[in-house]
T-cell receptor, first 116, second 105 residues
Framework: DAGVIQSPRHEVTEMGQEVTLRCKPI?????LFWYRQTMMRGLELLIY????????DSGMPEDRFSAKMPNASFSTLKIQPSEPRDSAVYFC??????????????FGPGTRLTVL | RKEVEQDPGPFNVPEGATVAFNCTYS??????FFWYRQDCRKEPKLLMS???SGNEDGRFTAQLNRASQYISLLIRDSKLSDSATYLC??????FGAGTRLTVKP
């Protein structure tokens, strides 16, 4: 199994530019999560999808952030316009939500974003 | 108050020591609990689930105290390779800030 795939692994951009982060969850998983990790705030849940439908986006910082999941095998997190305070590591995770199984999350390697 | 709180450490212990971390949570209706491990510049990975009755996996023991709303992780006979940040997770997606452990020779 390839695991959760994220791209790009590193992104350096200038303030005001649009940034798109991509995630391919593990095949067969039905829930997908986007997290942001910084030294100051730790690992924060931004949004999660269940069966491609956004369930909880209360963690999305502001309107500059948007996330989509057009199908079961792909999701994007977009920041427009980007700001220096958005610099962080963005993780995508997926899991198979089943009442009989533990909801173990499998994380991708993360995208390290630097906004200058 | 944060949903999930952990002592950030760092905990610096010698090899072979026993070390314990606690994690408190605010939502009394929480149902699922986990410990994840994160190595430097890597993604978090599941270490173990936490069951109501407590559970053990080799040198690692996890316990849940619903009355006081905390979970704990005990590491016995610590190894150099145990050095990492340990994150507690409540209800699948609420992560604590992590406790950093360094095991020294």
């Amino acid at each position: 199994d390839a695991g959760v795939i994220q791209s790009p692994r590193h992104e350096v951009t200038e303030m005001g530019q649009e940034v798109t982060l991509r995630c391919k969850p593990i095949s067969g998983h039905n829930s997908l999560f986007w997290y942001r990790q910084t030294m100051m705030r730790g690992l924060e849940l931004l949004i999660y999808f269940n069966n491609n439908v956004p369930i909880d986006d209360s963690g999305m910082p502001e309107d500059r952030f948007s996330a989509k999941m057009p199908n079961a095998s792909f999701s994007t997190l977009k920041i427009q316009p980007s700001e220096p305070r958005d610099s962080a590591v963005y993780f995508c995770a997926s899991t198979l939500r089943d009442r009989d199984l533990e909801d173990t999350q499998y994380f991708g390697p993360g995208t390290r974003l630097t906004v200058l | 108050r944060k949903e999930v709180e952990q002592d950030p450490g760092p905990f610096n212990v010698p090899e072979g020591a026993t070390v314990a971390f606690n994690c408190t949570y605010s939502n009394s209706a929480s149902q699922s609990f986990f410990w994840y491990r994160q190595d430097c510049r890597k993604e978090p990975k599941l270490l173990m689930s936490v069951y109501s009755s407590g559970n053990e996996d080799g040198r690692f023991t996890a316990q849940l105290n619903r009355a006081s709303q905390y979970i704990s992780l005990l590491i016995r006979d610590s190894k150099l390779s145990d050095s990492a940040t340990y994150l507690c997770v409540v209800n699948d997606m609420r992560f604590g800030a992590g406790t950093r452990l360094t095991v020294k020779p």
